[in-house]
């Protein structure tokens, strides 16, 4: 279902300019937000279009969950933060997303919610988020 008010159906402009997609998972897409404020920040997007963890079919939810633990288990693996934060929020880009977000104790957001949007963004060559997508995609290779 293609929902005009969604970046994630829609999968324009507006998404392009917020992520990059690193692979299909069983049923969400792993996408790595540009914004690289915490280094390795991804997001997982459900595939089909639902407000809701309730409105998934139980088969539905447990694949996403999977989905949402082997993404945060490689980024767990490749940047070894302190805590991965989860993220399901949906107020303002309602399709049904997890922000995994790695947290370091040193930072000065530790013990805090990650702010999303901060006033100092930290964009990266095209290089180097070539670097962290190619890394990303082995290790979803290997888990595979």
């Not at 969950?65 to 399901?88: E, Q, R």
Request: proline letters at 2%; charged letters at 25%; a negative charge.
């Amino acid at each position: 279902m293609v929902n005009k008010t969604c970046f994630y159906c829609d999968q324009g402009t507006e998404l392009q300019n917020l992520m990059i997609e690193i692979a299909k998972l069983e049923v969400s897409t792993l996408y790595l937000n540009k914004d690289q404020t915490h280094k390795g920040r991804c997001i997982v997007a459900f595939n089909r279009h639902v407000k809701e963890l309730f409105q998934l079919e139980s088969s539905e939810l447990s694949l996403f969950i999977k989905d949402v633990s082997n993404g945060a288990m490689i980024l767990n693996g490749i940047f070894h933060p302190d805590k991965l934060n989860y993220g399901i929020y949906g107020d303002i880009v309602s399709h049904l997303h997890v922000h995994l977000v790695p947290k370091y104790q040193e930072s000065s957001e530790w013990g805090d919610s990650f702010i999303n949007s901060p006033d100092q963004k930290c964009f990266l060559s095209d290089k180097e988020y070539t670097e962290i997508i190619q890394i990303i995609q082995e290790r979803l290779q290997q888990e595979r």
